[in-house]
């Protein structure tokens, strides 16, 4: 049991052994970081401990929540009050306190009762969890950014999108978004290879950040396309002007190695608010613009016309074709199957169905998943392909990236939604499956 007062303590005189001999018991090693409390007050605490703040604690009179930064002192103190006066049998949380040279520290803390020398009193287990979530802020971050490029990603960019809106609306301002993709990348893939086409989409997002200002966004949407928000940016003719300087860069050789090539960008422009007043409207009329300029001829800029109410908005599906076939006959209806799911959820964003309904056609497209990566992964298994475990990690990966969008898909935009999709299936086939089904055929599986 908990003391019921915890205000009242006195420092152990003759149960110093007791406590050294539950520590020991408990602990096992001085890495670990305990303190004895009786209340709020700290009567023992082990090397660890002292070590974990790196001064010296004085038995019997500091109280724990004192070692707490002061933010976080009122509120630690409230909760080991409301532990101890309603009896409950653990307490877990995080809080900063004041390390080693004066360093701030996040700390775990498990608190837990134990009986000592007939006295109740509590052991406090405390965690530096510092670098942890250091480099959970890290992940955290990573996960806004293109891993290629180290552009900011989809999902970071959509985030920018809504605050400049908000902040355009309250300044009364304008802003453009430019949607960007490049001409005759496809080639430089098919002749050179993959590891060349990434080296030019690095070089590519080098220039194009280049050209911009500090509170201008470049991001990478996936594939060979990018897209752009310039704030304070109205019908002044500057985001014209910026086009033409990225064409001009993104034209201009690129060098690969002992080897240069050349590629163009086609680019389309939608203003807020002269063309559209929410993002999806900018977004897809950036789209048009954007495709209007490639049949114009490639590597130039559209300026969006505004959306009229019968012009409906254009959601391109994918069409199962032949250079889809791996050669593996399960894996391909599979593959047919989640090409279905992704457009009939592209034709019911279209249709402006709810998100319920939404919901529902992702999760199965999430299930569908599922399924077809166990069944790639058991004729791995059975068929004895090393890859596997690599093959697994990257459908960890996949998984992962439905069940976010899953979460997000009444906040995405309608086209970024479709090319996110579209991209994820078709690279999932192209990069992944179609050499698996190279190795699955030299065994005898069709």
């Not at 908000?166 to 002749?191: E, I, Y």
């Not at 992962?400 to 299936?425: I, P």
């Given at each position: 049991?908990?003391?019921?007062?915890?205000?009242?303590?006195?420092?152990?005189?003759?149960?110093?052994?007791?406590?050294?001999?539950?520590?020991?018991?408990?602990?096992?090693?001085?890495?670990?970081?305990?303190?004895?409390?009786?209340?709020?007050?700290?009567?023992?605490?082990?090397?660890?401990?002292?070590?974990?703040?790196?001064?010296?604690?004085?038995?019997?009179?500091?109280?724990?929540?004192?070692?707490?930064?002061?933010?976080?002192?009122?509120?630690?103190?409230?909760?080991?009050?409301?532990?101890?006066?309603?009896?409950?049998?653990?307490?877990?949380?995080?809080?900063?306190?004041?390390?080693?040279?004066?360093?701030?520290?996040?700390?775990?803390?498990?608190?837990?009762?134990?009986?000592?020398?007939?006295?109740s009193h509590v052991l406090a287990f405390l965690f530096d969890i510092t670098e942890q979530r250091r480099q959970e802020e890290q992940l955290n971050f990573l996960a806004f950014l293109d891993p290629l490029t180290g552009l900011p990603n989809r999902a970071m960019f959509l985030?920018?999108?809504?605050?400049?809106?908000?902040?355009?609306?309250?300044?009364?301002?304008?802003?453009?978004?430019?949607?960007?993709?490049?001409?005759?990348?496809?080639?430089?893939?098919?002749?050179?290879?993959?590891?060349?086409?990434?080296?030019?989409?690095?070089?590519?997002?080098?220039?194009l950040a280049g050209c911009l200002r500090r509170r201008d966004v470049v991001a990478r949407q996936g594939g060979d396309e990018f897209a752009l928000l310039l704030p304070d940016v109205g019908s002044n003719g500057l985001a014209q002007q910026l086009a033409e300087r990225l064409i001009r860069e993104v034209s201009a050789p690129i060098p690969l190695g002992d080897f240069s090539v050349k590629v163009g960008i086609s680019i389309g422009i939608a203003l807020y608010p002269e063309h559209g007043r929410d993002i999806d409207t900018l977004l897809n009329l950036a789209d048009r613009a954007m495709y209007a300029s490639k049949e114009a001829g490639r590597n130039r800029y559209t300026v969006a016309e505004k959306l009229t109410d019968a012009a409906p908005l254009i959601v391109e599906l994918l069409a199962w074709n032949q250079t889809h076939a791996v050669g593996i006959e399960v894996i391909d209806r599979q593959h047919r199957g989640l090409m279905d799911l992704v457009n009939r959820l592209g034709n019911e964003l279209k249709n402006g169905l709810a998100r319920e309904r939404l919901q529902e056609t992702v999760q199965e497209l999430l299930t569908a998943t599922e399924i077809h990566f166990?069944?790639?992964?058991?004729?791995?298994?059975?068929?004895?392909?090393?890859?596997?475990?690599?093959?697994?990690?990257?459908?960890?990966?996949?998984?992962?990236?439905?069940?976010?969008?899953?979460?997000?898909?009444?906040?995405?935009?309608?086209?970024?939604?479709?090319?996110?999709?579209?991209?994820?299936?078709?690279?999932?086939?192209?990069?992944?499956?179609?050499?698996?089904?190279?190795?699955?055929?030299?065994?005898?599986?069709?």
């Open positions: 049991m908990f003391p019921s007062d915890p205000t009242e303590a006195t420092a152990p005189t003759s149960a110093s052994e007791d406590f050294d001999r539950v520590l020991a018991d408990t602990i096992g090693s001085e890495a670990l970081a305990v303190c004895v409390l009786k209340g709020l007050v700290i009567v023992y605490t082990n090397p660890g401990s002292r070590s974990l703040f790196g001064e010296p604690i004085e038995h019997g009179v500091t109280l724990l929540p004192d070692l707490a930064l002061t933010e976080d002192r009122e509120w630690l103190r409230e909760r080991l009050e409301n532990l101890f006066s309603q009896k409950k049998e653990s307490l877990s949380l995080t809080f900063r306190a004041q390390g080693p040279q004066g360093s701030a520290v996040d700390i775990e803390m498990h608190v837990v009762p134990t009986l000592v020398s007939d006295s985030d920018r999108c809504r605050e400049i809106l908000m902040s355009a609306r309250q300044d009364n301002s304008g802003f453009a978004l430019l949607q960007c993709d490049l001409d005759g990348f496809k080639a430089v893939n098919d002749t050179h290879g993959h590891a060349a086409g990434d080296m030019l989409l690095k070089v590519v997002a080098e220039r166990q069944t790639e992964e058991d004729l791995m298994s059975e068929h004895d392909i090393k890859s596997l475990e690599t093959h697994r990690g990257k459908h960890q990966q996949l998984l992962a990236d439905v069940r976010r969008f899953g979460v997000e898909v009444d906040r995405r935009s309608m086209a970024l939604t479709m090319r996110y999709l579209q991209e994820w299936l078709i690279r999932h086939i192209e990069t992944m499956d179609k050499g698996l089904g190279r190795l699955l055929q030299d065994r005898g599986v069709h």
